[in-house]
């Protein structure tokens, strides 16, 4: 289902973002695997509606994979369940490298890392009861300590296809450097295939592959107001004013169809990205904030960029 010989292109799940339309259009212009927001289990359990929701899949997104949280091994177990009676969803990763205090506090996230018997736990109950094609682990190089070697080991030993490894700790939030040599660690202790993730763009992508020899990238932040940076790496070189201007207006589209008229409030934090560091951002802006209707955002979508 994914090629891992080459260099597979992931989204990373990225809460408030990595919607059903940022999926959409990456997809649309070189990512190779889209990956939903992270899904609380219990909320899944409890049939949310806002959950189920965010579980929908564009036609566009093959192969899909669902990500999930949680520690209560009950819980999980009901949550797979759910999730087996829904087509279109390819494979399940549990994550353990969310860093949010809230997260933590209820044992799940990045807090597994504390304790990886249950970690392994939680990957087998996923991995023996879900009819997905894979199953898989997103994680971070350790709690307070690195611990890369044993952490992909675990994920291994429990029965994961792939894992995805953010090159820093829980204490290292977003702002501890990267450690691409941690994460080329993990992927000489193991057999099933890594994918490196954590502050890669553009570029320092090659250089990534390079240390880590990881079997694919998984790019969160660099593609928020850059989602054509799926295409500059698989086309290797810059992207045209046209092509995202064509991008934009495509991600508008589908935020509409999606959230219907409050699609152009909630694009407006995307816009915000999108005209970062150009010329009257600020009033660009400043204008967009106070508009309602779709047609105008267009026009000035098109005009603007």
């Not at 899949?57 to 949280?69: F, G, H, M, N, T």
């Not at 949550?79 to 949010?100: F, H, M, Q, Y």
């Not at 890594?194 to 890669?200: H, K, L, M, R």
């Not at 790496?233 to 589209?253: G, M, P, T």
């Amino acid at each position: 289902m994914i090629d891992f010989s080459k260099k597979v292109l992931f989204l990373a799940p990225l809460a408030g973002f990595s919607d059903l339309p940022l999926r959409e259009v990456v997809k649309q212009f070189g990512c190779d695997v889209t990956v939903s927001e992270m899904i609380s289990s219990n909320a899944l359990v409890y049939e949310n509606s806002k959950t189920l929701r965010m579980i929908q899949k564009s036609p566009l997104e093959d192969p899909y994979i669902v990500q999930i949280a949680g520690t209560d091994l009950d819980v999980v177990k009901k949550a797979v369940e759910i999730l087996n009676k829904i087509d279109g969803i390819d494979g399940i990763d549990l994550n353990c490298g969310c860093p949010v205090p809230k997260v933590v506090r209820q044992k799940s996230g990045s807090a597994l890392l504390q304790d990886l018997d249950h970690l392994k736990k939680v990957v087998e109950i996923i991995k023996n009861r879900s009819n997905k094609k894979t199953t898989s682990v997103k994680v971070r190089l350790g709690f307070n300590e690195k611990i890369p070697e044993k952490i992909a080991k675990a994920c291994e030993e429990a029965g994961a296809d792939y894992i995805a490894i953010h090159g820093r700790t829980r204490a290292g939030g977003y702002t501890q450097d990267v450690d691409y040599e941690a994460i080329a660690r993990a992927r000489r202790s193991v057999k099933i295939p890594v994918i490196a993730n954590g502050d890669i763009s553009f570029d320092n992508y090659k250089q990534v592959l390079d240390i880590t020899d990881a079997d694919g990238i998984m790019i969160g932040r660099a593609s928020i107001g850059n989602p054509w940076i799926f295409s500059q790496i698989k086309n290797e070189n810059q992207v045209s004013d046209s092509l995202k201007r064509d991008i934009i207006l495509a991600h508008f589209d589908s935020m509409l169809k999606y959230y219907g008229d409050q699609g152009t409030v909630i694009f407006r934090k995307h816009l915000h990205r999108y005209s970062k560091g150009m010329d009257d951002a600020a009033s660009f802006r400043n204008e967009i904030n106070r508009i309602q209707q779709a047609e105008l955002i267009k026009k000035r979508i098109e005009e603007f960029f």
